[in-house]
């Protein structure tokens, strides 16, 4: 069940006591860690070393309150660094959401809160005793931040999935459920642990409630998605059919497809590392493992903390075992994948896992977490097959040492290569952030993925106006696309643009040509551009569109659509006008006049004539003999003069036209509206 409010308070359960930064169950204490797949490079000196240009020393430490952590963070378009975690301050019992954001240099951005720090009190169930702690954070290409965690009253039960949403400045954005936040209930204990934005926009949230795993789908305003799960929400147990048996959602991933996958633990008292992947619709995906879930056990006590997907489609999750980093890869069917250290998993002392971010890579694997109770900061980097690279800091580990007992809880990759880590540090438990040299020459700027799509008649006649649909797509899942520009360009034949619409920005026209600016594309979304033509001669039209933007596009291969059509002469056109205003004379014989577009004036003479007036405001005279005069879209007057001649001038309007027979009988077909005269 979803409730977009706070849940009354439960039942108390004696004197239960949730603290600040509790262990999550089953958790391997004061040891987690997180996954990147990192960027290619070979320029810069020392990878794994701390970057000096980074605050001087490659460390920054935030003090907010007492006791301060961070448990996420993600790195903005512009390079600017923000951080997700919570703020307690025990003189009031009460911790609230924290974020902070940084500048690449490591000084706070006084644009965000003013101090480079927010914090918000989640809850709203009174000034005190209130608990929250934000776990995850995911950024909108509209520059706002999405935040997930919990949030609890003191001595009773945890806890309430939380999503929250902040404009760029560090306020909370009203758009967003009114006060940008959202509570959900799934009527249990739950939290929301890890948090994704859909190319649509779409936020969806993965956690825990009960012995479940829990997955909410929210609309860009707040709202439940109710195409997901029938009310937005979804809960599946990961133990399946086994009795006695559950788990929890610690992490999530969004394939290109609309699957969720979703990482965490499954036992009773000994619990191993599961993976649950779900369908677009919130059902459970039975392709994956036959039954949509995988169950991997390293022989200790284990969850998975971070997963990510690769751009083959093959899936990592990073967990703890034991105290021991665990990583395993997996095919995209669920099954191990053989050429990740012969069985796929990986097993190196010291460490468990909580936040995964995916960059364009050669393959190499980033695992921060802690080198050991007291420990420092560690990353550790492993090559595409599982063997460790020694080529990162000192056999392949990496450290960051802020005087106290240092956890990694996020990292994640800069566009030049950079590895930035979250957490806790320092002797007062603050925020830290690390940032290491990755190793390598910086990597080109992020790039799109831009495609188009052509549509439009195969054959069409002259006088016909035919109309082309060109959609622009942007099919990166994580970069927005600016300076979005299709030029439409129609060769092969006499032919006019006479028009260029889009919703999604402007269009100018010149004779066979439809420019158009369409703005900034998020990921994942279409514009669409009808384009229409007006062709004067018979033979092959081609109709070819090509989009651009200010991103590089790697696969530009699909940057171009041609629609060719064949143009024929059904309506055996004699005198053919062009698509301006046009004045035609017709004949002593027999004529068959295409006006075409334009406002025109037709004198079609003498003879048996049959006129199409096209698109514009005509007058058309047909002059002696029996004529046949069809008006189009437009203001029309249709004047049949001598002979018996047969008038037309429906086009769906009324009262726009006339038709005046003239001498003779004459018969008159037209809206209801229009004037006639000297029609029967």
């Known amino acids: ?110 644009d965000f809160g003013g101090d480079g720090t927010v914090t918000t009190a989640i809850n709203n169930m009174g000034p005190s005793l209130q608990w929250s702690e934000a776990h995850a954070v995911a950024l909108q290409a509209d520059g706002k931040i999405v935040v997930v965690g919990s949030s609890w009253r003191e001595f009773e039960d945890c806890c309430w999935f939380v999503v929250a949403r902040y404009n760029p400045d560090g306020t909370l954005d009203n758009t967003f459920s009114g006060d940008g936040r959202v509570f959900a209930d799934f009527d249990g204990p739950t939290e929301a642990l890890d948090v994704a934005v859909d190319p649509v926009g779409r936020i969806v949230a993965a956690g825990y409630s009960g012995g479940r795993m829990a997955v909410l789908r929210l609309t860009g305003n707040g709202t439940p998605d109710t195409t997901f799960g029938g009310d937005g929400t979804v809960t599946a147990n990961p133990a399946g059919p086994v009795l006695q048996e559950g788990g929890d959602g610690r992490a999530l991933a969004l394939q290109p497809d609309g699957k969720i996958v979703v990482g ?69 069917n669920g099954a191990p994948d053989p050429t990740f250290d012969g069985n796929g998993r990986v097993i190196t002392t010291g460490g468990a896992a909580t936040d995964v971010v995916l960059q364009p890579s050669d393959g190499r694997i980033v695992v921060a977490g802690s080198n050991g109770p007291g ?150 979304t279409t514009a669409t551009v009808t384009v229409a033509a007006e062709p004067r001669a018979t033979g092959t039209l081609t109709d070819r569109a090509t989009v651009t933007a200010a991103q590089a596009d790697p696969g530009s291969g699909n940057n171009t659509a041609t629609a060719t059509t064949t143009v024929d002469n059904a309506r055996g056109c004699t005198r053919i006008g062009t698509s301006g205003n046009d004045t035609i004379t017709g004949t002593s014989g027999n004529d068959v006049i295409c006006a075409l577009g334009g406002d025109d004036t037709v004198n079609a003479g003498n003879g048996n004539d049959t006129v199409h007036g096209g698109y514009g405001n005509d007058r058309i005279d047909g002059g002696s003999g029996n004529d046949t005069l069809t008006a189009g879209p437009g203001n029309d007057n249709l004047i049949g003069n001598s002979g018996s001649d047969n008038l037309n001038t429906v086009d769906n309007v009324s009262g726009n036209d006339t038709a005046n027979g003239g001498l003779n009988t004459d018969t008159c077909t037209t809206d209801a509206g229009d004037t006639r005269l000297s029609c029967p």
Do not use: W
Not at 302 to 309: A, D, H, M, P, R
Not at 319 to 328: E, H, M, V
Not at 441 to 461: C, I, M, N, R
């Open 264 to 332: 965490g633990q499954v036992g009773s008292t000994r619990f191993d590392f599961a993976l649950m992947r779900f369908n677009a619709d919130g059902g459970v995906d039975t392709s994956f493992d036959g039954d949509g879930i995988v169950r991997t056990d390293f022989g200790d006590y284990e969850s998975v903390e971070g997963i990510t997907l690769q751009p083959d489609g093959k899936i990592v999750a990073v967990g703890g075992s034991g105290g021991r980093f665990a990583l395993a890869r997996y095919l995209s």
């Open 1 to 110: 069940m979803f409730t977009p409010h706070v849940r009354p308070a439960r039942q108390r359960h004696g004197n239960r006591r949730r603290r600040f930064f509790p262990a999550r169950a089953g958790a391997v204490a004061a040891s987690v860690l997180a996954l990147v797949l990192t960027l290619p490079g070979t320029a810069a000196a020392a990878p794994g070393g701390l970057d000096a240009t980074f605050s001087g020393d490659g460390k920054v430490l935030t003090s907010i309150a007492a006791d301060d952590r961070a448990n996420d963070l993600a790195v903005q378009p512009d390079g600017k660094i923000v951080s997700v975690g919570a703020s307690v301050d025990e003189s009031v019992a009460e911790s609230r959401f924290a974020l902070t954001r940084h500048h690449p240099d490591g000084t706070p951005d006084t």
């Open 375 to 524: 420990g420092n900061f560690a990353v550790l980097r492993y090559n595409p097959d599982g063997g460790q690279d020694t080529g990162f800091g000192i056999g392949g580990l990496a450290t960051a040492d802020f005087g106290g007992g240092d956890t990694a809880n996020g990292v994640a990759l800069q566009r030049d290569g950079k590895i930035v880590a979250a957490g806790g540090g320092g002797a007062n438990n603050d925020f830290a952030l690390a940032r290491f040299e990755g190793g390598g020459s910086p990597p080109a700027p992020a790039g799109v993925d831009l495609s188009v799509t052509k549509s439009g008649p195969t054959t069409v006649s002259i006088g016909d106006r035919p109309t082309y649909t060109v959609r622009v797509t942007n099919n990166s899942t994580t970069t927005s696309a600016t300076n979005v520009s299709l030029t439409d360009t129609l060769t092969g034949v006499a032919v006019s643009v006479v028009s260029a619409t889009t919703g999604s920005g402007t269009c100018t026209t010149t004779a066979t040509t439809a420019s158009c600016s369409l703005g900034t594309l998020a990921p994942g």
